[in-house]
């Protein structure tokens, strides 16, 4: 009896005991709060962090013995320097310990040959790295700061601080912190801190942190991953034009160009923003008070001229399609089957979406091109529509007559058959 209760009692053991024999003695003690005071850290990596589920453990960054340690109930023994153990990382060396493992190609090879290996080197070249590596200022985001230290996770992850959707948090936490950026300066000036509440008011913010869309960017697609750094007045509409390359290629082929880049004007951002982009209305083409072109086109100028042109020719395009949907709607309420008309007037529509993209040639002649072709087509629809409601009038006074005719006749039929009947009548009432 007494051996079969030691038996039960082992059980346990034995099983624990082998658990344990295939687990690490960090994971163990760190695991349990007899032994340490936070046990989240073990338990974060546990739960899904890359290094572990690629088969990494705490010694691959931290050093010392995984196997031995815990049963013999001293840490020391696991955490020997003798066996490479070190004190963790302070901020300032933590983008080397991370760049021991990413900056080694052929160590980053054997996990994942298309995993890139440049972190480091281009962390380097960012604000936030020069400013660590030269002024030794430890405030500026390293990599712990944007990746965690012991439940990293890959991008491609949801719960990510990296994911697409959440890499504004990540950064506002520093940069909407007032006091925490006071003194850092930005061309001479207190850098602000408004870039996330603009950006959560633009389209693209709202696209990324409402929709969840992430075909429109979050802070690092235009300042880089690791290259944090605002984008050089060449590089900025490099960004932006990275997702809307024909409107770079037109600005690119455009009179402002050149005069722009002596001026050192920035490009898109110069009309559209950074942060605060919002959508476009056809007003801030021409020269109405909402107008961008005002800002630099008094009368005098060429561009004024153009501007004003341009911006005729588009709203032309836009009355045409609208008196041609009109009649459309009509001639549809009235039984006309309209589907080759809207068909012809869909590519009208497009003419007018292209444009607005073409607007950036700034070109009068190309844009009205596009114009021009689109008022021919709206115009041909209307005409087809008006000519159906007018086949319909025809129809309908043809229609009037021939119930005239019907209703006439039908009248006549009435007397005759009256009289047909007065006169039976009056030969039934003699034979009586
Ligand atoms: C026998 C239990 C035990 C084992 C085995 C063990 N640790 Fe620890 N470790 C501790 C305790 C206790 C502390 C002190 C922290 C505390 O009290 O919370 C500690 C602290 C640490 C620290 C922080 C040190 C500091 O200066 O802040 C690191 C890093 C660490 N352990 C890594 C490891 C690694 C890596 C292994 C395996 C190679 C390991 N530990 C194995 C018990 C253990
Ligand atoms: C990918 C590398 C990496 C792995 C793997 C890793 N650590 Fe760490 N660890 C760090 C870094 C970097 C720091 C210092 C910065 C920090 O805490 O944010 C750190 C700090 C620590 C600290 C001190 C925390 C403090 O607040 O002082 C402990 C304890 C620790 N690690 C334990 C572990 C244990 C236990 C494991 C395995 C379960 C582990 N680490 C796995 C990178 C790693
Ligand atoms: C001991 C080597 C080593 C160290 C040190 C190390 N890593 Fe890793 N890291 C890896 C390996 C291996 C992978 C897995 C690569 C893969 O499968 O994509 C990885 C993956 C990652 C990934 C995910 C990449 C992806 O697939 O999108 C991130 C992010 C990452 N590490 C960040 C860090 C950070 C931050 C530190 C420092 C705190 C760090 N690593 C320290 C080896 C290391
Ligand atoms: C300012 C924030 C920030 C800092 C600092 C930072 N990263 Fe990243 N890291 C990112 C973002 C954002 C991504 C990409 C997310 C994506 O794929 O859209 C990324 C991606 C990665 C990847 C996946 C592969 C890749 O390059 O896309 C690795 C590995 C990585 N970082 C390691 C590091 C290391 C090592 C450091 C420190 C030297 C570091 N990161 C510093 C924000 C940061
Ligand atoms: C841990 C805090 C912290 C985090 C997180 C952080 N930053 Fe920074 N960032 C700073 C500080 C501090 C500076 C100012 C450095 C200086 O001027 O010396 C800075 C500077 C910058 C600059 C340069 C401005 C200039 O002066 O040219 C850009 C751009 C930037 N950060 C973008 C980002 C982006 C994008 C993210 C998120 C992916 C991010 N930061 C995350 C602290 C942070
Ligand atoms: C659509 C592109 C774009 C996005 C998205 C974007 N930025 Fe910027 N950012 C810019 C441009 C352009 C500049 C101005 C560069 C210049 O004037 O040289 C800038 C400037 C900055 C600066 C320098 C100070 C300032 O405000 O002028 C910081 C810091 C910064 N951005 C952080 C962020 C953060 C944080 C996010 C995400 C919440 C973000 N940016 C999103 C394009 C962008
Ligand atoms: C001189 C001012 C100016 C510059 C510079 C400029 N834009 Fe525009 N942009 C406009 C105006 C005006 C409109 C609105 C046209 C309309 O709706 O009639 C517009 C419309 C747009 C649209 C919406 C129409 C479409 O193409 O889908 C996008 C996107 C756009 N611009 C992006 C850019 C990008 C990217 C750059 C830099 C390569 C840039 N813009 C440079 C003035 C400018
Ligand atoms: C990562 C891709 C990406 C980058 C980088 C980007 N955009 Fe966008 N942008 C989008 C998407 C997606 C939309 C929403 C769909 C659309 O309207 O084209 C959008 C919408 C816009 C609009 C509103 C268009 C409209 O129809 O009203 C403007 C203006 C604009 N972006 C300008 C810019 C400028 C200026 C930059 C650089 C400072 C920039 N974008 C950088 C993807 C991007
Ligand atoms: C930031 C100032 C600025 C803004 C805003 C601006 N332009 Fe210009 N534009 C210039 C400069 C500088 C030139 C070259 C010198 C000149 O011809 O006036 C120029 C030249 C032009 C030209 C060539 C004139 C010619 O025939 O030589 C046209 C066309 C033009 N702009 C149209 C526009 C339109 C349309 C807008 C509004 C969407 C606009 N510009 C907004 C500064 C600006």
Redesign the pocket.
């Known amino acids: 009896m007494r051996y079969l209760i030691i038996t039960i009692l082992t059980i346990p053991t034995i099983f624990y005991d082998s658990a344990v024999a295939g687990q690490s003695s960090c994971i163990n003690c760190h695991i349990s709060s007899e032994w340490v005071s936070d046990t989240s850290i073990a338990a974060t990596f546990m739960a899904g962090d890359i290094h572990r589920n690629m088969g990494l453990g705490c010694e691959d960054c931290h050093g010392g013995d995984p196997g031995i340690g815990f049963e013999e109930g001293d840490p020391e023994l696991a955490m020997n320097p003798a066996k490479g153990y070190g004190n963790p990382p302070d901020r300032l060396s933590i983008p080397e310990f991370c760049g021991k493992c990413h900056s080694d190609v052929e160590y980053m090879k054997k996990y994942n040959p298309r995993l890139s290996t440049d972190q480091l080197k281009l962390y380097k070249t960012s ?2 790295g020069k ?1 660590l590596y030269n ?1 030794k ?1 430890t ?3 390293i990599c712990t ?2 990746h965690g230290a012991h439940g990293i996770l890959p991008s491609s992850d949801s719960r990510s601080r990296v994911f697409h959707a959440k ?1 504004p948090e ?2 506002k ?3 909407s912190d007032e006091g ?2 006071r003194g ?3 061309e001479g000036k207190q ?1 602000p801190v408004d870039q996330y509440s603009e950006y959560k008011e633009s389209v693209h913010g709202i696209l990324v942190l409402e929709k969840g869309d992430n075909s429109a960017p979050a ?2 697609d235009c ?1 880089g991953n690791h290259g ?3 984008p050089n007045l060449a590089s900025v509409s490099a960004a932006c034009g990275e997702c809307h390359a024909n409107n770079r290629d037109f600005f690119n082929g455009s009179p402002h160009k050149t005069p722009w880049k002596e001026m050192d004007l920035p490009e898109c951002e110069q009309c559209h923003g950074n942060h605060y982009i919002q959508a476009v209305t056809d007003d801030l083409l021409g020269v109405s008070e909402d107008a961008i072109c005002l800002d630099c086109h008094d009368e005098t100028s060429a561009g004024y001229k153009t501007a004003m042109a341009m911006s005729m020719s588009i709203d032309s395009l836009k009355f045409s399609i609208e008196a041609a949907q009109a009649v459309v709607e009509e001639a549809e309420l009235k039984g006309v089957e309209g589907g080759q008309a809207r068909f012809d007037l869909g590519s009208a529509k497009d003419d007018l979406i292209r444009v607005r993209s073409v607007i950036h040639t700034f070109d009068l002649e190309q844009v009205s091109d596009i114009t021009r072709a689109g008022i021919k087509t709206a115009g041909e629809v209307q005409l087809m529509a008006e000519a159906a409601l007018s086949d319909i009038l025809i129809r309908q006074i043809g229609l009037a007559i021939s119930l005239v005719v019907i209703v006439f006749i039908a009248i006549m039929i009435r007397l005759k058959i009256k009289k047909i009947d007065s006169v039976t009548n009056f030969e039934v009432q003699e034979k009586k």
């Open positions: 604000v936030h400013s002024r200022d405030k500026v985001a700061d944007c890499i990540t950064c936490k520093c940069h925490y950026m850092y300066k930005y850098i802070c690092n300042h944090a750094t605002p």
